[in-house]
């Protein structure tokens, strides 16, 4: 069965194929998943940037270890929350929980993401390692949210490309 994704010059998977076909992007825009994953995105960045400083904080100054951890912990939640509801998102635009060709490899990426915030949620609940090793195991968890947030920005963006061109108002055409 051939792919009815069309080619664009850009806003293309790295197949060459187009991020949506027309009906992906009606199932996509008429979703109230699509708001609910604009919404989560940025306060998980915002969650991050806090914990993120306050990690640092305790590991450069061995103060504020319950901040720090509370603050994992929370990022750790909203990591969670923003998977379970990209996976809804998935399944109504794409017809599939995850890996869904246009976002396969972000799937992949958010897998490792998910993967290291749990083993630090484990190592925290089974006291495994010291306070700074687990802290170690966050940071290498937000390294890898950095590069997996990344990957869903420049897919954000090849989507903005691929968007159809809205037509002038007659108003523009006929001045």
Request: overall charge positive; proline content about 4%.
């Amino acid at each position: 069965m051939r792919d009815k994704r069309t080619s664009t010059a850009k806003g293309r998977t790295p197949g060459g194929l187009a991020l949506y076909t027309p009906e992906e992007r009606a199932r996509r825009d008429a979703t109230r998943w699509t708001l609910v994953q604009g919404i989560l995105a940025p306060i998980q960045f915002v969650v991050f940037l806090v914990s993120l400083a306050l990690v640092l904080r305790y590991l450069t100054t061995s103060e504020g270890a319950m901040a720090a951890t509370a603050s994992v912990v929370v990022k750790t939640l909203v990591l969670y929350t923003i998977m379970v509801t990209g996976a809804v998102w998935e399944k109504v635009v794409f017809g599939q929980w995850l890996f869904a060709r246009a976002f396969f490899w972000e799937d992949v990426f958010s897998m490792l993401v998910l993967a290291l915030h749990s083993a630090y949620l484990a190592a925290l609940i089974g006291d495994w390692g010291s306070p700074q090793a687990r802290m170690g195991i966050a940071l290498a968890a937000y390294a890898a949210y950095l590069i997996n947030a990344t990957q869903f920005v420049l897919k954000l963006r090849a989507a903005r490309l691929q968007a159809p061109v809205a037509s002038p108002p007659l108003s523009a055409v006929a001045a």
